[in-house]
């Protein structure tokens, strides 16, 4: 075991880590501990844009966006955390280009702006173009960027370290554990201040965007040392993803003109959202395309897709704003997005909820109490901006402005303060994991227990909910999990043991599918991506309110969820219906 | 708006959403390394019922997971995008998420290796560090001079474009890893962190080209290239890599850029 000290150490390395770097880094000493070579976070899988008010293409203030942002997330936002995001988003944006991000431009050289489903004109009156991007590809220009600029400060990265444990020692932060995947080495990183960064949970879902990787590590760690995880059943579904594959295709594509279509050809969603149309927001989109496949109008012999149409899109155009995502078509599919709709139906994509924290990025212990010393910023964290729904382009703004946020209050918080005590053998609790995976000699493989979980996922709590199903859901993690306990491995070595590592990814997925199933299973009504068929309306008197959801361990080592409820921060806007 | 797409179907769209799909029996030869157990690599045959239209890695994931668990390789993003999982599949580089069995020659066994030119550590995991010190050593950020303007800087859509292919850069590595002068000499900047000079030398915003120019025009620097188009031939972006290097080749001469 090796012990280092830092003052300041960020866990995770996609867009919101490495933002946070930049700025912690030019403060603080700082480390990166990073599962990924930082370029293989998913931040590069990001495609459609990043919206800031910046009216270079046709009118357009924050405060629309913030409305845009409010209503988006179904009024479970916090309202001062959304305008802090959309006001700040402008300088991200062009904190963004001044450090070289290569963004398309307008004819007058500015950067140009598109469409984006939910954000809109004046508070709902007609689709606005705010989507700042870099043809198809804004999130990995973004990663890109961001890692340019952690080479060009000196930030210390540790590759392919695996954070196992978050320590806390009378009530502080005291640093972190973390499993070295080169040698199987277990380090400790002692830190005034910890940032958790490290993504989302997509994985426990079957057909999902997400990437192999985003398993939950930072939620599953603060959850287990007893740390609130805030509006879990809150898991968006994006409307357009590769059939079957739930690869992503943009957003960005029904922004550039793209048309969702049934069997019979028909653009369907002028019935279901009038104004917006194929540019409602993604919950109302993900619904309406469940319910033309339920009605029988799905497409292909199972009738259990429909189209994304761009047919009737100018080649040139495709090229030139949407290259990649007709590569994916291409490559995947073998089909010609110039002359065939593409089969597509709607992806896992993002986590709304997470580590809760307040604006600064400090992470809440309770509904009003932080941890001092530990911070959190983007898909782990929920801040809350999303609420119920998080808005196309939203999450690289979150992890730009929050990233920054976090990186800074970081740094400055170590720099006034000492490092905390470690706990006695700090290590204690992780190697007794990795001990116990790797001399397991039971008979339950990771793979089967994993593919079962995002099967039930998948049928039980996905776009539509109900009681019965979130109950089978519930029956079935648990299941699951008595099973983990005999889970066993074949690699027993120490070097780049990637079995081990699933091992440990499939533990933290299943403590987190619990949690997603026992608070959707309590919020018994409807509410942006969180639809429940046998209480299909929002309930603003009984449900307002964040879900905090905690892991209890009973004396014979049992878990099980305690439920809380955080209210809304609510500013300049009150809940009203929500139509698009 | 509502034009029927129905009437549109292609062969290519009604394949693509045939039901029901045949799977074949596939064998991947892997070459497999661990120095914990042995000190040389050795070629292991599984034998899988896949689909012809999954992915490599697909099959590799499922070798790990109902096979041979020590089996060993990085795989982020699966759709070619994230740059971890290039390899050297029928002895070209590709990245394993982005080539579809039916496209590697099944009926025969399809050979999987790690690329070439860095230390193999496990299976098919590489030492990316020299790869990455390549990239830090071409100063990869946008450096400027003067006074920041209060808002964005003006850049045309032709200066835009004129440095778009190689910021579609994934840090791969397919391309310097399919690079005989990086295989033989391994001072070689190599394809990779030209490419992303060449990203910073023909962005107009840049003040910095002179200094990348002279780093490249060291002695490992893109003289060595002998222009074999490997590079542009592995590359899953579509990067074209030779003529990037061309470029810059170029402007070392003309001083233009």
Redesign the interface.
């Given at each position: 075991m090796q012990i280092h000290q830092y003052d300041t150490v960020i866990v995770g390395a996609g867009g919101a880590g490495m933002r946070a770097a930049i700025e912690s880094t030019q403060r603080s000493r700082t480390a990166v501990l990073t599962k990924?070579?930082p370029?293989?976070?998913?931040t590069?899988?990001a495609q459609g844009g990043m919206c800031a008010a910046l009216a270079n293409v046709e009118e357009d203030n924050w405060e629309w966006h913030t409305f845009d942002t409010v209503k988006g997330g179904d009024y479970l936002v916090d309202q001062d955390a959304a305008e802090i995001m959309c006001k700040e988003a402008i300088d991200a944006?062009?904190d963004l280009?001044?450090?070289?991000l290569?963004?398309?431009?307008?004819?007058?050289?500015?950067?140009d702006q598109r469409r984006f489903g939910g954000h809109s004109r004046n508070h709902g009156e007609a689709p606005v173009r705010r989507s700042c991007y870099?043809?198809d590809?804004t999130g990995?220009?973004i990663l890109?960027t961001l890692f340019?600029?952690c080479?060009?400060h000196g930030v210390e990265f540790f590759n392919e370290f695996y954070v196992l444990d978050l320590l806390i020692n009378e009530g502080k932060t005291a640093g972190v554990v973390a499993y070295e995947l080169?040698t199987g080495e277990i380090h400790v990183f002692q830190a005034k201040a910890v940032v958790f960064a490290s993504g989302g949970t997509g994985k426990m879902f079957k057909v999902t965007s997400n990437?192999?990787?985003l398993t939950g590590d930072g939620q599953a760690v603060a959850l287990r040392r007893g740390l609130p995880l805030e509006d879990m059943e809150f898991f968006q579904f994006h409307p357009t993803g590769i059939?079957r594959?739930g690869?992503l295709l943009t957003e960005g594509a029904r922004g550039e003109g793209g048309?969702l279509?049934n069997?019979?050809?028909?653009?369907f969603m002028e019935r279901y959202a009038p104004v917006m149309k194929d540019l409602a927001s993604r919950d109302v989109c993900s619904r309406a395309i469940y319910s033309e496949i339920r009605a029988g109008r799905g497409?292909?012999?199972?009738g259990d897709?429909v189209?994304l149409?761009l047919?009737?899109l100018p080649p040139e155009q495709l090229d030139a704003k949407l290259p990649?995502i007709t590569?994916?078509a291409r490559?995947?599919?073998?089909?010609?997005p110039y002359?065939?709709?593409i089969?597509i139906q709607p992806t896992a994509h993002y986590a709304m909820g997470g580590i809760p924290t307040n604006v600064e990025g400090e992470v809440l212990a309770n509904n009003t109490d932080i941890i001092p010393g530990l911070y959190a910023a983007g898909e782990v964290a929920c801040v809350s901006v999303h609420g119920a729904n998080r808005l196309g382009t939203n999450s690289l703004l979150d992890i730009n402005v929050f990233g920054r946020r976090a990186g800074i209050a970081a740094a400055e918080y170590a720099d006034k303060s000492g490092y905390v005590e470690l706990p006695a053998n700090p290590a204690e609790k992780v190697e007794a994991m990795i001990d116990g995976l790797r001399e397991s000699t039971g008979t339950e493989?990771?793979?089967q227990i994993r593919k079962e979980l995002q099967e039930s996922m998948d049928a039980n709590a996905s776009v539509y909910r109900t009681g019965d199903t979130l109950k089978q859901a519930v029956t079935d993690i648990a299941a699951l999990k008595e099973r983990y306990k005999n889970v066993a491995?074949?690699?027993k070595?120490?070097?780049?043991?990637?079995?081990l590592l699933e091992a440990v990814e499939l533990g933290n997925l299943l403590d987190l599918a619990e949690v997603l199933a026992v608070s959707a299973l309590a919020r018994e009504e409807s509410r942006g991506g969180h639809y429940r068929e046998d209480f299909p309306t929002r309930d603003d008197v009984k449900f307002m309110q964040h879900t905090m959801a905690y892991q209890e361990v009973a004396a014979d080592g049992t878990t099980s969820i305690r439920l809380d409820y955080k209210p809304v921060v609510t500013t300049r806007y009150q809940p009203m219906e929500r139509k698009y | 708006m509502s034009t029927p797409t129905v009437e549109k179907h292609s062969a290519a769209l009604d394949a693509a959403e045939a039901g029901g799909t045949e799977l074949i029996t596939v064998t991947l030869r892997i070459r497999r390394f661990n120095p914990e157990e042995h000190a040389d690599p050795v070629w292991v045959d599984y034998q899988l019922e896949m689909d012809p239209k999954e992915r490599v890695l697909d099959a590799l994931n499922k070798v790990k997971w109902e096979q041979d668990g020590t089996l060993t390789y990085r795989r982020s993003c699966a759709h070619g995008i994230c740059g971890s999982d290039a390899m050297r599949i029928n002895g070209r580089n590709r990245l394993a998420c982005k080539t579809l069995i039916k496209d590697v020659n099944p009926e025969k066994p399809i050979t999987v290796e790690a690329i070439k030119g860095l230390a193999v550590l496990k299976d098919l995991i590489v030492d990316m560090d020299p790869f990455f010190q390549a990239y830090k050593d071409v100063m990869p950020f946008l450096i400027t001079e003067g006074n920041q303007p209060t808002r964005e800087r003006l850049q045309s859509a032709e200066e835009r474009e004129r440095f778009d292919d190689t910021t579609k850069c994934i840090l791969c590595a397919a391309c310097t890893s399919s690079c005989p002068v990086f295989w033989n000499d391994g001072q070689y900047f190599g394809p990779a962190a030209i490419v992303n000079a060449h990203r910073f030398i023909f962005d107009s915003r840049d003040d910095a080209a002179e200094q990348r120019l002279e780093i490249l025009n060291d002695r490992e620097g893109v003289w060595r290239c002998r222009t074999t188009f490997n590079c542009s031939e592995a590359c899953p972006r579509g990067i074209e890599v030779t003529k990037a290097i061309q470029e810059v080749k170029r402007a070392l001469v003309t001083r233009r850029f």
């Amino acid at each position: 075991m090796q012990i280092h000290q830092y003052d300041t150490v960020i866990v995770g390395a996609g867009g919101a880590g490495m933002r946070a770097a930049i700025e912690s880094t030019q403060r603080s000493r700082t480390a990166v501990l990073t599962k990924l070579y930082p370029t293989r976070s998913h931040t590069g899988a990001a495609q459609g844009g990043m919206c800031a008010a910046l009216a270079n293409v046709e009118e357009d203030n924050w405060e629309w966006h913030t409305f845009d942002t409010v209503k988006g997330g179904d009024y479970l936002v916090d309202q001062d955390a959304a305008e802090i995001m959309c006001k700040e988003a402008i300088d991200a944006v062009l904190d963004l280009e001044k450090m070289g991000l290569p963004f398309s431009r307008t004819e007058q050289g500015r950067i140009d702006q598109r469409r984006f489903g939910g954000h809109s004109r004046n508070h709902g009156e007609a689709p606005v173009r705010r989507s700042c991007y870099a043809a198809d590809r804004t999130g990995h220009m973004i990663l890109q960027t961001l890692f340019q600029n952690c080479v060009k400060h000196g930030v210390e990265f540790f590759n392919e370290f695996y954070v196992l444990d978050l320590l806390i020692n009378e009530g502080k932060t005291a640093g972190v554990v973390a499993y070295e995947l080169a040698t199987g080495e277990i380090h400790v990183f002692q830190a005034k201040a910890v940032v958790f960064a490290s993504g989302g949970t997509g994985k426990m879902f079957k057909v999902t965007s997400n990437a192999h990787t985003l398993t939950g590590d930072g939620q599953a760690v603060a959850l287990r040392r007893g740390l609130p995880l805030e509006d879990m059943e809150f898991f968006q579904f994006h409307p357009t993803g590769i059939w079957r594959m739930g690869i992503l295709l943009t957003e960005g594509a029904r922004g550039e003109g793209g048309i969702l279509r049934n069997k019979d050809g028909e653009r369907f969603m002028e019935r279901y959202a009038p104004v917006m149309k194929d540019l409602a927001s993604r919950d109302v989109c993900s619904r309406a395309i469940y319910s033309e496949i339920r009605a029988g109008r799905g497409c292909g012999p199972d009738g259990d897709h429909v189209y994304l149409d761009l047919t009737h899109l100018p080649p040139e155009q495709l090229d030139a704003k949407l290259p990649d995502i007709t590569e994916f078509a291409r490559t995947y599919l073998g089909i010609e997005p110039y002359t065939d709709p593409i089969p597509i139906q709607p992806t896992a994509h993002y986590a709304m909820g997470g580590i809760p924290t307040n604006v600064e990025g400090e992470v809440l212990a309770n509904n009003t109490d932080i941890i001092p010393g530990l911070y959190a910023a983007g898909e782990v964290a929920c801040v809350s901006v999303h609420g119920a729904n998080r808005l196309g382009t939203n999450s690289l703004l979150d992890i730009n402005v929050f990233g920054r946020r976090a990186g800074i209050a970081a740094a400055e918080y170590a720099d006034k303060s000492g490092y905390v005590e470690l706990p006695a053998n700090p290590a204690e609790k992780v190697e007794a994991m990795i001990d116990g995976l790797r001399e397991s000699t039971g008979t339950e493989s990771v793979a089967q227990i994993r593919k079962e979980l995002q099967e039930s996922m998948d049928a039980n709590a996905s776009v539509y909910r109900t009681g019965d199903t979130l109950k089978q859901a519930v029956t079935d993690i648990a299941a699951l999990k008595e099973r983990y306990k005999n889970v066993a491995i074949q690699d027993k070595g120490m070097r780049y043991n990637t079995d081990l590592l699933e091992a440990v990814e499939l533990g933290n997925l299943l403590d987190l599918a619990e949690v997603l199933a026992v608070s959707a299973l309590a919020r018994e009504e409807s509410r942006g991506g969180h639809y429940r068929e046998d209480f299909p309306t929002r309930d603003d008197v009984k449900f307002m309110q964040h879900t905090m959801a905690y892991q209890e361990v009973a004396a014979d080592g049992t878990t099980s969820i305690r439920l809380d409820y955080k209210p809304v921060v609510t500013t300049r806007y009150q809940p009203m219906e929500r139509k698009y | 708006m509502s034009t029927p797409t129905v009437e549109k179907h292609s062969a290519a769209l009604d394949a693509a959403e045939a039901g029901g799909t045949e799977l074949i029996t596939v064998t991947l030869r892997i070459r497999r390394f661990n120095p914990e157990e042995h000190a040389d690599p050795v070629w292991v045959d599984y034998q899988l019922e896949m689909d012809p239209k999954e992915r490599v890695l697909d099959a590799l994931n499922k070798v790990k997971w109902e096979q041979d668990g020590t089996l060993t390789y990085r795989r982020s993003c699966a759709h070619g995008i994230c740059g971890s999982d290039a390899m050297r599949i029928n002895g070209r580089n590709r990245l394993a998420c982005k080539t579809l069995i039916k496209d590697v020659n099944p009926e025969k066994p399809i050979t999987v290796e790690a690329i070439k030119g860095l230390a193999v550590l496990k299976d098919l995991i590489v030492d990316m560090d020299p790869f990455f010190q390549a990239y830090k050593d071409v100063m990869p950020f946008l450096i400027t001079e003067g006074n920041q303007p209060t808002r964005e800087r003006l850049q045309s859509a032709e200066e835009r474009e004129r440095f778009d292919d190689t910021t579609k850069c994934i840090l791969c590595a397919a391309c310097t890893s399919s690079c005989p002068v990086f295989w033989n000499d391994g001072q070689y900047f190599g394809p990779a962190a030209i490419v992303n000079a060449h990203r910073f030398i023909f962005d107009s915003r840049d003040d910095a080209a002179e200094q990348r120019l002279e780093i490249l025009n060291d002695r490992e620097g893109v003289w060595r290239c002998r222009t074999t188009f490997n590079c542009s031939e592995a590359c899953p972006r579509g990067i074209e890599v030779t003529k990037a290097i061309q470029e810059v080749k170029r402007a070392l001469v003309t001083r233009r850029f």
